[in-house]
């Protein structure tokens, strides 16, 4: 199996920053996309940012210039730098993986657990 196991996130001011992680570990043979998610009560969990293999990214438009996602394909770590947060930022951040664990497997989908990035006023 594959575990993504992510680490920080926090309490943050309007206008600070925070990092998080999200490592992979497991049966790996590559990994192709990965992701950022945010999800708040009562939403549907939506794309914040993501990472092709090739290292193109994109983000959504209400992050944009503000996050920053890099990903370490050797380390198998990706990462999302959030600046200048605001309150609506808020959420449970999730990070996502697609997988192929073995060379002849098909390509699976892993979520980490999920973090907590709170942004006040």
């Known amino acids: 199996q594959v575990q993504l196991v992510q680490s920080g996130g926090g309490s943050v001011q309007a206008g600070g920053s925070l990092r998080l992680s999200c490592a992979a570990s497991g049966i790996i043979f590559t990994i192709d996309d990965m992701a950022w998610y945010r999800q708040v009560p009562g939403r549907q969990r939506e794309l914040v940012a993501a990472s092709g293999p090739s290292g193109s990214t994109m983000s959504t438009d209400s992050v944009r210039g503000r996050f920053a996602i890099s990903r370490d394909d050797a380390k198998k770590i990706m990462t999302l730098e959030l600046d200048n947060l605001k309150p609506e930022d808020t959420g449970v951040y999730y990070c996502?993986?697609?997988?192929?664990?073995?060379?002849?497997?098909?390509?699976?989908?892993?979520w980490g657990s999920g973090t907590q990035v709170t942004v006040s006023s």
């Open positions: 996502k993986a697609d997988v192929q664990m073995t060379k002849t497997s098909t390509i699976r989908t892993f």
